[in-house]
């Protein structure tokens, strides 16, 4: 399933399926969405904050309403969701995904508590996304860098087909192939189990980061997933940014110890992820892992129908 690139003009849904945002912080991001010559809709409880539970964008029934009257709408060209937090998973059963289901896909965009609108969309739909960065974060505003790699991968996806970093280096050496899957790995074990969720990321390529998880929270993390059969199967593994998450070497030998005997590449630090300066890494769509280079490669661009579709 194809998704066409955005071109100017092109009006893009802001949603807050998750945490509360910082109103000046999104200010800035929509300011850089305009300027890609992007008619960016400030949805309707785009900027609420739940009556209770402060940590929420506006009550569930809410969040979910707008993320729907987004996807629905022929006349929005993409989702871009402005901050993570937590939420999704309070929402996501709200969505009507039958109706969801009927209408041309479009890309949905971020990262970190959007993991799990990625694995929704992933199963319910079987659409490709994109685990990027989000208008209301600092790193979409400060880093330059990291909105400019999200601006090409929507607009010149022909650009992004091979993605690296400054940090990537083997873990476990080799190369393989596989749809790539994945995202927060905190949020992919609070996943397991719920309606919907994806039995296994079997013949996937998994790619995998967080933030403030320290490396015996990522020991049980990732023996949760494992232990479930989440992690059977698996083609190869992808590890991003682990801001916050401790001694990298800690990180690195966590990491080994669940994926070093099962015979597959994992590649180090790519550059995506909850870190000063990210990359966006497309989901849903075959690539090719080469842990000995430090890229992925994927097998087409993640948006391809013709500009006039």
């Known amino acids: 399933m194809s998704l066409r690139p955005l071109r100017p003009g092109d009006r893009v849904a802001l ?23 992007l ?38 060209a993409a989702v871009l969701c402005v901050r993570g937090g937590f939420g999704a998973h309070r929402m996501v059963d709200l969505l009507d995904w039958d109706a969801m289901r009927a ?12 993991t799990v609108l990625h694995e929704a969309v992933a199963q319910r739909l079987g659409a490709p996304t994109l685990y990027g960065p989000m208008p209301g974060t ?15 991968t929507l607009f010149e996806p022909a650009t992004t087909t091979v993605l690296t970093g400054p940090d990537a280096t083997p873990l476990v050496p080799g190369r393989a192939h596989g749809v790539l899957m994945g995202g927060c790995a905190s949020l992919l074990a609070a996943d397991r189990g719920t309606p919907g969720a994806r039995p296994s990321f079997a ?23 494992r232990r479930s059969g989440a992690l059977d199967g698996l083609a190869g593994v992808v590890l991003g940014s682990w801001d916050g998450c401790g001694p990298l070497d ?29 990359i966006t890494v497309p989901l849903g769509v075959p690539a090719t892992l080469d842990a000995d280079a430090g890229t992925l490669t994927l097998d087409a661009p993640v948006l391809s129908a013709p500009t006039g579709a």
């Open 15 to 37: 949603a807050a399926p998750s945490g509360a945002i910082d109103p000046a912080r999104l200010d800035l991001g929509i300011d850089i969405v305009r300027s890609w010559g």
């Open 138 to 152: 600092t790193v979409f505003s400060t880093d330059p860098a990291t909105a400019e790699h999200l601006r090409r």
């Open 250 to 278: 800690g990180v690195r030998a966590v990491m080994l110890d669940h994926f070093g005997d099962l015979g597959i590449p994992v590649l180090w630090e790519l550059g995506f992820g909850h870190c000063p300066s990210s």
């Open 203 to 225: 013949g996937g390529l998994l790619i995998l980061e967080d933030i403030n998880e320290q490396p015996y929270q990522l020991d049980r993390i990732l023996t949760q997933l």
């Open 39 to 76: 008619d960016p809709v400030v949805l309707p409880h785009l900027r609420d904050t739940h009556p209770t539970l402060p940590h929420l964008a506006g009550v569930d029934a809410h969040r979910a309403a707008d993320l729907q009257s987004a996807w629905l709408d022929p006349d929005i």
């Open 103 to 114: 209408v041309l896909p479009k890309p949905l965009v971020g990262f970190s508590d959007i």
